[in-house]
């Protein structure tokens, strides 16, 4: 989350406040992000927004208070409410004008702005692995405990135009891969 904020920070230095969407419904994962919330808003010359949403109404109403407060950017969180409809939140984020960074590809992939986060192919490879060796007869608890290590930035530039933003070459550049 915190890099999130960071990365979306380079796309509109210029934002005072920047929105946070996350749902408290889920408070394993919205509880972590939140803390990764604060940590970073000690770093950065900003005002972090933090905005719940637990149904898909609340999420349109969480970008229309974005708008209200202001907000210069959206950091979509981790949870699978937001995941499982990339369509409706890339179009929330251009419809409300709205800079937004996703978790997943999916959402940038679906016409969002950008996305950092974990690569699930790698994931699933990982699982995959993991089934594998289940299969032929090892005891769970002689597996070592993984998670995924590796993380990937996708950029949409049709977004960024559709938003009237101009991105930095730096960022670009580091880019896994920019949909033109």
Request: charged letters at 20%; glycine letters at 6%; proline letters at 6%.
């Amino acid at each position: 989350m915190a890099k999130r904020i960071e990365l979306i920070h380079q796309v509109v230095p210029d934002a005072k406040i920047i929105a946070v969407l996350v749902n408290p419904a889920v408070p394993a994962i919205s509880a972590q992000e939140v803390a990764d919330v604060q940590a970073a808003h000690t770093v950065l010359p900003i005002q972090v927004e933090l905005l719940e949403a637990s149904t898909l109404a609340a999420v349109d109403a969480a970008f229309s208070k974005a708008v209200e407060l202001h907000a210069g950017a959206l950091v979509v969180g981790s949870d699978i409410l937001f995941f499982d409809r990339p369509v409706e939140m890339a179009a929330l984020a251009i419809r409300f004008g709205i800079p937004s960074i996703y978790p997943n590809r999916g959402s940038v992939e679906a016409g969002g702005l950008m996305s950092y986060g974990s690569d699930f192919v790698d994931a699933y490879r990982l699982m995959g692995i993991y089934a594998g060796r289940l299969q032929k007869g090892e005891t769970p608890a002689n597996l070592p405990v993984q998670q995924a290590t590796k993380v990937e930035m996708v950029i949409n530039l049709k977004a960024a135009k559709a938003l009237g933003l101009t991105l930095p070459i730096a960022l670009l550049g580091r880019a896994d891969e920019v949909i033109e």
